[in-house]
């Protein structure tokens, strides 16, 4: 979720950005399905691939939805994306079983109106759509599932704007297993029944996620790399601390806001690295992610905070493969080297 700092300084900076983001994807709401000219390949390798943003764009979603063959479920938190509203609506217009979920508000409260346009264009073009649950304070997952067979984790929105300037990453997984847990537990949100999520082989869901991802922190041995968007989890930062005082190299890289300015103080007491980018950058760091010991990474909607981890829908995901942990780190580095190191 983003916070509502950066929130207005992203939105007040990025207006160029959204203007052409604005004229590229179109002010009107046609019925028919966008074409795709390029798809970027994710980086494959055994049940899992790769997507990086803002690298790839939004080609590689749009395609795998408009060649859904029979299915098509998607949990969004942000919905503002005509050509994927679009490719929807054509889906279902040809028979495929299409079904949206879209995050209302807060506990169900109507405090905002992100996802109404989207809402109200699906549901004309007889597209079964539903607000999630009210009994998450939100629904912040990311996810689309085609065919039953592959499930995209994502930490982005659907929402034109960001495109161009932040940091995501989409876990395209074809993991049997994960993918049943996923799709039981969107029939379960979707019929507004409260049971607990099912874990899959590798997956991380919210409400109470903190406990795995201390896991993850409180296990490593060598090094701990993050992303994140917010960082207001006392459980998460004590962790951190911890691990940078038993010799970890802990590095820690995200957009700055002043209301992270203490924690950042107390990680770098304790030895950890912190790094920033201005709200104005061009790189703004909304993905979520944990790599330990260069050997396995979380990549997932869950931001450090206890609303997030404790009280909403969210899913992530853990992987081992070396392929898509390098893929992911080599990012990381990238970034890293641009970041303004903080200082207290």
């Excluded at 041995?221 to 207001?232: F, G, K, P, R, V």
């Amino acid at each position: 979720m983003y916070n509502s700092l950066n929130m207005t300084l992203r939105r007040g900076v990025s207006l160029g950005i959204a203007l052409v983001a604005l004229v590229a994807y179109g002010f009107m709401r046609a019925p028919a399905a966008p074409a795709i000219t390029a798809v970027l390949t994710p980086q494959v390798s055994g049940n899992v691939s790769l997507i990086i943003e803002p690298d790839a764009g939004v080609a590689p979603i749009l395609s795998y939805i408009t060649n859904a063959s029979t299915s098509v479920d998607l949990v969004m938190y942000e919905l503002e994306d005509t050509n994927v509203e679009q490719a929807l609506a054509s889906d279902a217009a040809r028979g495929i079983a299409v079904r949206v979920l879209l995050n209302e508000g807060y506990y169900g409260k109507k405090e905002n109106t992100t996802n109404d346009a989207a809402y109200q264009y699906l549901t004309a073009h007889d597209v079964s759509v539903h607000w999630t649950p009210a009994y998450f304070a939100l629904t912040h997952q990311k996810t689309l599932i085609i065919d039953d067979n592959t499930a995209i984790i994502m930490t982005m929105n659907l929402t034109p704007q960001y495109y161009a300037s932040s940091r995501e990453f989409n876990i395209v997984d074809t993991d049997a297993n994960d993918i049943s847990a996923i799709e039981s537990t969107f029939t379960d949100d979707w019929n507004d029944e409260n049971v607990a999520a099912q874990n899959g082989n590798d997956l991380i869901w919210s409400p109470g996620s903190e406990n795995a991802l201390l896991a993850i922190i409180n296990g490593a041995h060598s090094s701990l790399d993050i992303y994140n968007e917010e960082m207001a989890d006392a459980k998460v930062t004590s962790a951190l601390e911890a691990a940078a005082q038993r010799g970890v190299v802990v590095r820690v890289d995200m957009t700055y806001a002043s209301e992270w300015k203490s924690t950042f103080s107390a990680l770098t007491q304790t030895g950890a690295q912190v790094r920033t980018y201005a709200a104005n950058a061009p790189l703004y760091i909304h993905a979520k992610m944990i790599i330990a010991d260069n050997a396995r990474a979380f990549v997932g909607s869950e931001n450090f905070s206890s609303g997030s981890l404790q009280n909403n829908r969210e899913l992530g995901i853990i992987t081992s493969d070396q392929t898509t942990v390098g893929s992911i780190e080599q990012t990381f580095e990238k970034d890293w080297t641009g970041a303004s190191i903080f200082t207290p």
